[in-house]
């Protein structure tokens, strides 16, 4: 599946991924994610539908304040079908590439 990959603004705080616009993502498939962490471990969950929504997946982070985690989603990437949430905890930010 080919598509145009685009980066969302980063996330600093609990709530909906934007575009640069910023307007809400809609459906969309993640394909990577960056993190920038805080010197305590913390945490990113990932929900379909807001905050109430389907947790369709969690990630951790390590303690390390210069330490960023980048992770590219296998296969086609991980389907939001109504938006895409995140709950933050301990995350300086976190910027999601989908298309």
């Not at 609990?14 to 809400?24: K, L, R, V």
């Not at 394909?31 to 913390?42: D, F, L, Q, S």
């Not at 369709?56 to 296998?74: D, E, G, H, I, R």
């Amino acid at each position: 599946m080919t598509t145009d990959v685009q980066a969302s603004v980063p996330l600093t705080n609990t709530g909906q991924f934007t575009n640069q616009t910023p307007i809400a993502l809609g459906r969309t498939r993640i394909k990577a994610v960056y993190i920038v962490p805080t010197g305590t471990a913390g945490s990113v969950i990932f929900r379909n539908g807001g905050s109430g929504g389907t947790t369709v997946m969690t990630l951790n982070t390590v303690a390390s304040a210069t330490q960023p985690t980048y992770l590219m989603l296998p296969g086609d990437g991980v389907l939001f079908s109504t938006n895409v949430h995140g709950t933050v905890t301990n995350v300086g930010s976190v910027t999601i590439f989908y298309g």
